[in-house]
């Protein structure tokens, strides 16, 4: 499987950008994706998580009501939608997916990974 992440940039805080990550090399439907993301000089953490149809999400509680996380099957892509960003939201922005159905916020349990895109929010 290779995952392609883009929508990256610098916007203003206050803005907003929506992430894609484009799957090839196998469906995605059956598999809990998710998306983390690293600060410089940080550890990579968690963002969110969405499970296989899409019902089932989850977030890290700093982007909760600013973020939505979102799939779309039929085009074997998953989305993030970053809303009100602040300066703390700046990193690079990795899409992941897993060998199993369910969503996880641990990245242990992710099988495959994109290159990243770099979001900067700044005035």
């Known amino acids: 499987v290779q995952l392609q992440a883009s929508g990256g940039g610098l916007v203003q805080p206050g803005g907003s950008l929506r992430l894609s990550c484009a799957a090839s090399?196998?469906?995605?439907?059956?598999?809990?994706m998710g998306w983390f993301r690293q600060a410089p000089g940080k550890e990579r953490e968690f963002v969110a998580t969405i499970g296989y149809s899409g019902a089932i999400t989850n977030y890290i509680d700093s982007v909760k009501g600013r973020f939505t996380i979102s799939r779309d099957n039929a085009k074997n892509t998953m989305y993030l939608q970053m809303n009100s960003l602040k300066p703390e939201d700046t990193a690079l922005y990795y899409c992941a997916v897993r060998n199993y159905y369910r969503s996880s916020r641990s990245s242990s349990d992710y099988a495959y990974w994109g290159q990243g895109t770099l979001v900067t929010v700044s005035s």
């Open positions: 090399g196998r469906p995605i439907s059956s598999y809990g």
